[in-house]
Nanobody, 115 residues
Framework: QVQLVESGGGLVQPGGSLRLSCVAS????????MSWYRQVPGKERELVASMTGGGGSVTYGASVKGRFTISRDNAKNTVYLQMDSLKPEDTAVYYCKTPFAGGTWGQGTQVTVSS
């Protein structure tokens, strides 16, 4: 059974930092790219960052480039999203995704940036 479990969300002030984690199970993690998306009510999910299985190629959404960093630990079947210099417009539910099994999503973790 493929499963993705996100954690690390919460309330943070503007300019602060958070690190999200996504633990994967049920597939060979190191063989697959992993991605982070985010969604606010009434809008489509937006790609935040993506990293290939070996970590050699990374893509960032334009709105987070230079502030967010994706990384992965294949020994722990975990992908991370380090979020720095957070802004109120980063408020969203953040999801991790694997293309395995036609595309599998985690349950999401809420990030709220507010003073």
């Amino acid at each position: 059974q493929v499963q993705l479990v996100e954690s690390g969300g919460g309330l943070v002030q503007p300019g602060g930092s958070l690190r999200l984690s996504c633990v994967a199970s049920g597939f060979t993690f190191k063989w697959f790219a992993m991605s982070w998306y985010r969604q606010v009510p009434g809008k489509e999910r937006e790609l935040v960052a993506s990293m290939t299985g070996g970590g050699g190629s990374v893509t960032y959404g334009a709105s987070v480039k230079g502030r967010f960093t994706i990384s992965r630990d294949n020994a722990k079947n975990t992908v991370y999203l380090q979020m720095d210099s957070l802004k109120p417009e980063d408020t969203a539910v953040y999801y991790c995704k694997t293309p395995f099994a036609g595309g599998t999503w985690g349950q999401g973790t809420q990030v709220t940036v507010s003073s």
